[in-house]
């Protein structure tokens, strides 16, 4: 009885994923969820008391997916860097094959500013990027960086809350001149300043907006294929920036997956661009 509540609950969570990217939080109806999942309405809020619930829930499903994406990445012995590129790649699969993630993102769009607060996706995400360039920075793989310190003597342990800096970064992703003014993260400098600690906030803020824009490139109609072509050349454009052009060509522009790519781009005459867990936090 369990396992089959379970597949229930799978089922409704998969369907609400669906809806929710297809129709909008506000459009999707519990009705429509209920009958896509092939259950009634009454199978449904024996799960959820609310769609609000539900569209939570989804939210988790796809905060345990990038935290499980991220987790792999470094067992696999990948450097915080290259993990964080991998996390692109996987973003940009995700976006195209499993629709918690688009659900998550446009959730967290459309629920901006709701009381209760639901679970914010974005943050989730941003708060991935952050900690994994910070890791990157204290591991020295950043040109220019020291590790364990920040340059002006702020504590480099020192986390970002996951919301921090959301509107503001996936504003500067859209172009919006909304992303002046808004608030810092905890432990940087205050925008605009100069020495060491601007330049490790303009870093930072230059990877957050351009990974952000992973997600709105997605919903532009490209195919898979596209996006991770585009992906590939963000990191070309990044990386001499972060670890200098002599140790760029180090690190895999494709990801993991893109590893074939790319060796059959080379074969046909064409060149691509070119242990320990960390928990990287809740989605609250």
Known sequence: MQERSERTRRRLLFAGAE???RNGYANATLGEIAGAAGVTKGALYFHFASKDELADAVQQWGCGLLHEAVRGLREAGDSPLQALIGATHWLARTLHEDPAIPASFRITKECAGQQPAVVDFHGAWL????RLLRMARDAGELAGFSGG???VGGSAGVGVPD???????VGAAHGSAEAEGSGGAEGSVAAG???AGGRWEGAEALVAAA???IEVLSGTG???REL???VAALWGLLLPSLVGEARAGEYRTWGEEGAADERCLEAVGFMASGGQVVSFGSCR
Do not use: R
């Open 19 to 21: 809806m929710f990217h």
């Open 127 to 130: 708060s991935v990027v952050y």
């Open 149 to 151: 310190v920040d340059e």
């Open 163 to 169: 919301a921090v800096g959301t509107s503001a970064l």
């Open 193 to 195: 300043s100069g020495g």
């Open 211 to 213: 990974v952000c824009g």
């Open 222 to 224: 490209l195919s898979y």
């Open 228 to 230: 991770k072509g585009k």
